[in-house]
């Protein structure tokens, strides 16, 4: 059963009109600049989701840069979050498609009762959901680093670069997300 209310931010790469179009019964789109037009500019991904997961009330972020899903930190960040994290591949960056697949999508996505954070991989020949934690694996695998390694690196950048700029999200590194 969807939830009576479901809040998912589109990043800047989304056409800015499609935000208010309907996306389905309790499903609320928001740009991300009208979030805070700070996290446009000057906000790597993994600090957008901490931040978002900060001011809470927010359950997915929308994306048509599959290769946020390849990058160890965006994966550990999302571990620290609740979110879905969805993002468009196979549309070669073009916004409107890109739209398309998000709106036939994000219905299922806000049913899908999954243990949070949960990843979704949206492409013309379907939908691949994944956890954050796996999703994390395979974008350590291929490296010369142990998952532990990977861990402790990238939350020791992620720790440094957020303690000068955004302090109230050391908090979030912090906590333990349960569930894969």
């Known amino acids: 059963m969807p939830p009576?209310?479901?809040?998912?931010?589109?990043d800047q790469n989304f056409p800015w009109y499609v935000a208010p179009m309907p996306w389905g019964p309790g499903i609320e789109v928001v740009r991300l600049s009208d979030v805070d037009p700070s996290l446009t500019s000057d906000a790597?991904?993994?600090?957008?989701?901490?931040?978002?997961?900060h001011r809470g009330g927010v359950d997915g972020f929308?994306?048509?840069d599959a290769n946020i899903l390849r990058s160890a930190r965006e994966m550990l960040a999302l571990q620290h979050t609740s979110l879905a994290l969805i993002a468009t591949d196979g549309v070669g960056h073009d916004p409107l498609k890109a739209t398309g697949l998000a709106m036939v999508h994000l219905a299922d996505i806000a049913a899908d009762t999954a243990v949070r954070p949960m990843t979704y991989l949206l492409s013309p020949t379907g939908k691949r959901s994944l956890s954050a934690r796996r999703r994390f694996a395979t974008a350590v695998a291929h490296q010369p680093r142990s998952p532990g390694e990977a861990v402790g690196q990238e939350r020791a950048?992620?720790?440094?670069s957020i303690g000068q700029l955004r302090?109230?999200?050391?908090?979030?590194?912090?906590?333990?997300r349960t569930g894969d």
């Open 62 to 64: 929308l994306t048509n």
């Open 44 to 53: 790597e991904d993994w600090e957008i989701l901490l931040e978002l997961e």
């Open 4 to 10: 009576e209310r479901a809040l998912y931010v589109i």
């Open 157 to 160: 950048a992620m720790r440094q």
């Open 167 to 176: 302090p109230h999200l050391l908090p979030l590194l912090e906590r333990r």
